[in-house]
């Protein structure tokens, strides 16, 4: 029986060193009180190859979400044909609302196949949901007693901790820890810090195992400093956002948090880019030099009234000019240091 005993534990260790998913995964949890909604994303590792319009499907979005969350080129044509391979991690948008006391999204809806089994139709979801999970919230009791043409609710998770991260802006991200991983390789591919995701997702030690979900903070960049006619909103690092009925593309980062807000590539019924008296576009800033540094004036996108661009000039000095008297950002999207700022629809 000792024997046993042994043999058992060894082959349990060695299932546990081999087959690490075997550990049952962590899954952190916002608890909440109200009925507001937030932005968020989710880290989608695929597990199959898989176009961005199957992705968007998979997860009741749409294509031009997927391209302005991960900062994909919007004119490239048929966008929805782009084929990713296997194991690309995708940013995937959703709206975090507060169902039954916690944080999570229940829109994503799916439509049961053939051949599909509640496992099955997890893995599809890379991670980001347990089988479990998916029983629980639609209420199958027998192992896998689901029917062709059957809509199960994917209950996805998600976090708001009210936009912020010591005190700033940040669009919370749910993260699929993958083999190898630990909280400083991700605190470094994500500029954040162990120190911060520990407190972020309450746990009690540096320590996760594949297959957590945690929640990371993504540094955003706001509107919130601007004088808006409509509102504020936020852009995630490394992503864009389009604006007044995708008039005005609005970007952040990769090098700063500056939201900077410039024509679309599809701006075609759109007037009023101008600032009024100048021939500055929004987006653009005209640098004379002095005998003191440079005096710069920028025209800002200001929001919109209909299909009306609003912008203002605003006017600074700095030391040093940049060389060029008028510097347009029309066609970047990684746009000059000197340039813009902006606002969201």
Partial sequence: MKTTTSQSLLLLLLLLLFFPFLVPAKF??????SSNSCQSLLSYRLPFDSKLS?????????????LESNGFDPTDPLPGNQILSENTVVRVPIWCPCVDGIRRSVSTVYTVEAIDTVDYIAVGYGGLVSADQIREANKISDWDRIYLGQRLVIPLPCFCFNGSDNGLPVVYMSYVVK???????????HGTT????????????????TGDVLAIPIPACSSAYLNLNHGN??????????????CVQCTCGPKDLILRCF???FATNCNRFKCRGTNLYIGEAYEERTMSG??????????????????SLSYSTKFRCSGNRNRSTLQSTALPEDTVLGTKS
Avoid: W
């Fill in 263 to 265: 024509p679309s590539p």
């Fill in 179 to 189: 083999q190898g991983e630990s909280l400083k390789s991700i605190g470094r591919n």
């Fill in 294 to 311: 440079c005096n710069v004036m920028k025209c800002l996108y200001r929001g919109y009234h209909g299909h009306k661009i609003l912008s």
């Fill in 54 to 66: 199957e992705i968007a499907s998979r997860f009741q979005t749409d294509v031009t979400q997927i």
């Fill in 233 to 246: 909103f936020i852009v995630p690092n490394a992503s864009y956002a389009l604006t007044a009925y995708d």
């Fill in 194 to 209: 162990v120190t911060d995701l520990v407190a972020v997702n309450g746990l009690g030690s540096a320590l996760v195992n």
């Fill in 28 to 33: 952190v949890i916002e608890p909440c009180d």
